[in-house]
């Protein structure tokens, strides 16, 4: 099976498809150059599968492309972070990284 990540602006969303099926969604709030992801679901019978890191791993890569910081209210959103500092971490504008239970980066 295929996964395949896209962004839906009209939505307010990235969208996860397997197959031609929408399995799961991240939902974000665009405001300026910065991206609030809110929410962050896959669908239980697609779970197990990573589908989810997929999803966030694909937004935050979007979101360094078009250069927006990143505000992770999104509790998943938040654990990929973390998980993945040396990737995803300076994207949380540093002021803000405390707010969120972020490490600060080394240095």
């Known amino acids: ?3 395949t990540v896209r962004d839906n602006p009209a939505a307010d969303r990235f969208e996860i498809y ?3 099926q ?3 969604l991240a939902v974000y709030r665009l405001n300026g150059d ?4 809110t929410h962050t679901e896959v669908d239980p019978a697609f779970g ?3 589908l989810a890191r997929q999803l966030v791993t694909t ?3 979007d979101a360094r ?3 927006l910081a990143v505000l992770p209210f999104c509790p998943y959103v938040r654990k990929v972070i973390a998980e993945n500092t040396d990737s995803y971490l300076d ?3 540093e002021g803000e990284r405390a707010r969120f239970g972020l490490a600060p980066s080394a240095g």
Do not use: K, S, W, Y
């Not at 910065?34 to 992801?37: D, G, K, S, T």
């Open 59 to 61: 937004a935050l890569d």
């Open 65 to 67: 492309r078009r250069g």
């Open 18 to 20: 397997e197959d031609g």
């Open 91 to 93: 994207l949380v504008p």
């Open 48 to 50: 197990g599968r990573g």
């Open 34 to 37: 910065r991206i609030a992801f």
């Open 1 to 3: 099976m295929t996964a």
């Open 22 to 24: 929408r399995v799961g």
